[in-house]
């Protein structure tokens, strides 16, 4: 439970609606809404005005917490929580040796194991150590896999530097489509094997430059794998800040992106809100 569900807990229990906390505030009711409803994330300024309305103090402690089995095997590691994408969920890293993350949309964070389980058998992924549903918490524990993501300095520096590795991720990526994956990519619909989050920072290689493996497979399965070229120009776009090397990476990807498919996969998703990047 995080710090706005546990406000969200104490103001029900105390019975003041969004209403009357905004009159206590001075924060407009549809803002407190959004937060609530994880739409928007809080401001100092907001928390500030929602703890003191409700006579609560904010303490930092450097705690999380997971199941028994799982305390049992990182116990003692030191850890880290970094951001992973947008999905709201909690990652910790410990000891560069186990990945935990931990989830309140526990379907998702099941298939998510499931398809990473299934990958492994081709691609190197990460090794499932606990998978532990508890409460309102889906808690996945696996290997950490060292490697260096495509937004390292080394690699945005030198752009064709970076095309050169995608053309081998890109590689390994059609070597999937011989393969029966028994998931459906949830964005898209076609035969060839999509990831479904083919961004940079979602790639990794090891210290010569060698692919190694993805990072969050929850999206992965038959689809179009446009789809995932749209979204590879997107990152690639984003993360160089510039537009200069799309040709030369298009070109020696072997890939053509169209009009239509950049819109349908990647515009309207970001005019939606719905694109997780």
């Not at 103001?11 to 549809?30: A, C, H």
């Amino acid at each position: 439970m995080d710090i706005i569900d546990k406000i969200v807990a104490i103001r029900k229990q105390r019975g003041i609606s969004q209403q009357k906390l905004s009159k206590m505030t001075g924060v407009l009711q549809p803002v407190i809404a959004r937060v609530e409803s994880k739409k928007s994330s809080p401001t100092v300024e907001f928390l500030s005005k929602i703890l003191n309305a409700l006579d609560l103090e904010l303490s930092l402690v450097d705690f999380f917490e997971s199941p028994k089995a799982i305390k049992k095997v990182i116990n003692g590691l030191p850890h880290k929580r970094i951001s992973v994408g947008r999905s709201g969920d909690k990652v910790f890293v410990f000891g560069e040796k186990y990945l935990l993350k931990i989830s309140d949309d526990i379907k998702q964070l099941r298939l998510e194991k499931e398809k990473t389980e299934w990958i492994s058998q081709y691609i190197r992924s990460a090794k499932t150590i606990q998978y532990i549903e508890e409460d309102t918490c889906g808690y996945y524990l696996r290997e950490y896999i060292r490697g260096h993501t495509l937004i390292e300095e080394q690699y945005i520096n030198n752009p064709k530097r970076l095309i050169n590795v995608l053309k081998e991720v890109v590689m390994e990526l059609r070597k999937m489509d011989s393969f029966d994956c028994p998931f459906s990519s949830p964005d898209s619909i076609g035969n060839d094997f999509v990831h479904g989050d083919l961004c940079l920072p979602n790639i990794l290689v090891d210290d010569n430059d060698h692919f190694i493996g993805f990072i969050d497979l929850s999206s992965c399965g038959k689809g179009d794998k446009q789809y995932d070229y749209c979204w590879l120009l997107w990152s690639f776009e984003y993360n160089l800040k510039t537009k200069q090397y799309s040709d030369l990476l298009l070109k020696e990807l072997s890939v053509e992106i169209n009009a239509d498919d950049y819109l349908r996969y990647v515009t309207l998703k970001m005019i939606n809100g719905s694109g997780n990047y």
